[in-house]
């Protein structure tokens, strides 16, 4: 048998093989999300949600009513929602802070933004201003409803700047991906699907997941995989990588999640047929892809230049929120909120972070590691 359990014999020579009905177990990605064709199947959207999944080329926004009542957005309330994404919390925003308020929203990946901000231009009826790299926006009188800006996050105070306010009402992040990126093969975030080793978040990065395992050096890769990602392999997977590279660069999702499987002593059929097996299992590649991918895009240097700057970008009685997902981030932003509230920039600070309820959890599984956070400032006078 061929080394890949699943593939399948090549047609006879001479033989044009007709293109095959993808069953009920398809492997195609485009075949697999028929929900990305709602002309052809209209109701596959609420066939999907029904079952607790998420539509592919769509996104739940997790803890959004604790998000709401953390950050109460009020009618004329100016939000800065710094990772767009779907725009399924900006459209929460919107909806309480009009009339008279105003989304400011922004994104790395420039592709979603724009489909986004069609999004919610259709939901609400509101024109949406698109902001790209290297545009200034127009002060047009009175400003837009809804100004998107294909900007990272640390540039929030360059923002604060451009829109010519003295502060924000609100600041909210929802860090790392969306699920359309998650579920997109061609971006290289998932070893769910093959797809080539991208990972970057913002396609303007100089490189990609692939450059860097072709690289770095044993110890850098196994100290990010440590890390990043708490991977106990670190080692292993460092050493297979830099080995496995001599021969043949590492380009591919699956090639990289077979070496991690072959770094850690498994197969792929007894990870599938594991005894102990409970929903919620971390893949034995999870940790591999989120160090790479934190990597990739610097997240956490990003992350640094955002917390230092929202409480100067605050108005008076300002809310400032976080959303994480793993403890490298939490605990930036934990140390973050505290140091600014002895600092006095901050009046308060949640006193335990929120995390979802099973309800949640079970509706969204993509949840389950979410972390929220707040702080507001005090009335300045
Ligand atoms: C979890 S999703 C946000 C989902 C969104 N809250 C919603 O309800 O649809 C995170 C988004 O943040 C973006 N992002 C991540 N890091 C960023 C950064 N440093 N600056 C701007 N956007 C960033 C990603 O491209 C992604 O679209």
Not at 127 to 141: C, E, N, Y
Not at 192 to 210: F, I, Q, S
Not at 363 to 377: D, F, K
């Given at each position: 048998?061929s080394?890949?359990e ?9 033989r044009?093989r007709?293109?095959r ?5 398809p492997?195609?990605?485009?075949h697999?999300y028929?929900?990305?064709?709602p002309?052809k ?8 949600r029904?079952?607790?999944r998420t539509?592919?080329?769509?996104h739940?926004?997790?803890l959004?009513d604790e998000?709401?009542t ?11 929602d710094c ?5 399924g919390?900006a459209e929460?925003f919107l909806?309480?802070i009009?009339?008279g308020?105003?989304?400011?929203g922004?994104d790395?990946d ?13 939901s609400l009826?509101e024109p ?5 790299p290297?545009?200034v926006?127009s002060?047009g009188?009175p400003?837009p409803t ?9 540039s929030i105070g360059r923002?604060?700047?451009?829109e010519?306010?003295?502060g924000?009402d609100v600041v909210?992040a929802?860090?790392?991906?969306s699920?359309?990126q998650i579920?997109?093969p061609?971006?290289?975030f998932s070893?769910k699907?093959d797809?080539?080793?991208d990972?970057?978040m913002?396609v ?6 692939a450059?860097l ?13 440590r890390t990043?990602a708490?991977e ?15 021969r043949q660069?590492i380009t ?5 999640m077979?070496?991690?499987f072959?770094?850690?002593g498994?197969?792929?059929r007894q990870w599938r047929?594991?005894?102990e097996?409970r929903?919620g ?11 790479l ?5 610097d997240?956490?240097s990003?992350?640094e230049q ?8 605050l108005?008076s009685?300002g ?5 994480s ?10 140390a973050a909120?505290?140091s600014?509230r ?6 308060s ?5 929120i ?8 509706s969204?599984p993509?949840?389950r590691?979410?972390?929220l956070?707040?702080?507001a400032v005090g009335?300045?006078?």
């Amino acid at each position: 048998m061929s080394p890949d359990e699943h593939s399948e014999p090549g047609p006879s020579p001479g033989r044009r093989r007709r293109p095959r009905y993808p069953g009920t177990h398809p492997k195609r990605f485009e075949h697999r999300y028929k929900e990305l064709e709602p002309d052809k199947h209209p109701d596959m959207h609420d066939h999907i949600r029904a079952q607790g999944r998420t539509p592919a080329g769509t996104h739940v926004p997790v803890l959004l009513d604790e998000v709401m009542t953390a950050l109460a957005p009020q009618p004329g309330d100016v939000v800065v929602d710094c990772t767009v994404g779907y725009g399924g919390h900006a459209e929460a925003f919107l909806r309480r802070i009009t009339p008279g308020g105003r989304l400011i929203g922004l994104d790395l990946d420039g592709e979603q933004l724009a489909r986004t901000g069609q999004r919610l231009a259709d939901s609400l009826g509101e024109p949406v201003a698109l902001v790209l790299p290297g545009d200034v926006p127009s002060r047009g009188q009175p400003p837009p409803t809804i100004r998107l800006y294909h900007r990272h996050f640390g540039s929030i105070g360059r923002v604060l700047g451009e829109e010519g306010i003295s502060g924000f009402d609100v600041v909210f992040a929802d860090l790392g991906l969306s699920s359309m990126q998650i579920d997109d093969p061609a971006r290289g975030f998932s070893f769910k699907h093959d797809g080539p080793l991208d990972m970057r978040m913002d396609v303007r990065r100089p490189h990609t997941a692939a450059d860097l395992l072709a690289s770095l050096d044993v110890q850098t890769l196994a100290a990010a995989l440590r890390t990043l990602a708490d991977e106990p392999a670190a080692d292993a997977i460092a050493r297979l990588i830099v080995n496995r590279r001599g021969r043949q660069p590492i380009t591919r999702t699956r090639e990289l999640m077979r070496l991690v499987f072959e770094a850690k002593g498994i197969s792929m059929r007894q990870w599938r047929e594991r005894p102990e097996r409970r929903p919620g299992d971390l893949h034995p590649a999870a940790r591999t892809f989120q160090a790479l991918r934190i990597l990739v895009n610097d997240e956490l240097s990003g992350l640094e230049q955002l917390l230092r700057q929202v409480p100067y970008c605050l108005r008076s009685g300002g809310r400032f929120g976080v959303i994480s997902f793993h403890s490298g981030e939490d605990d930036r932003v934990a140390a973050a909120l505290e140091s600014g509230r002895q600092a006095g920039l901050y009046e308060s600070v949640c006193e335990h972070s929120i995390t979802p309820g099973p309800t949640e959890v079970t509706s969204n599984p993509r949840s389950r590691s979410a972390c929220l956070r707040w702080a507001a400032v005090g009335c300045r006078l």
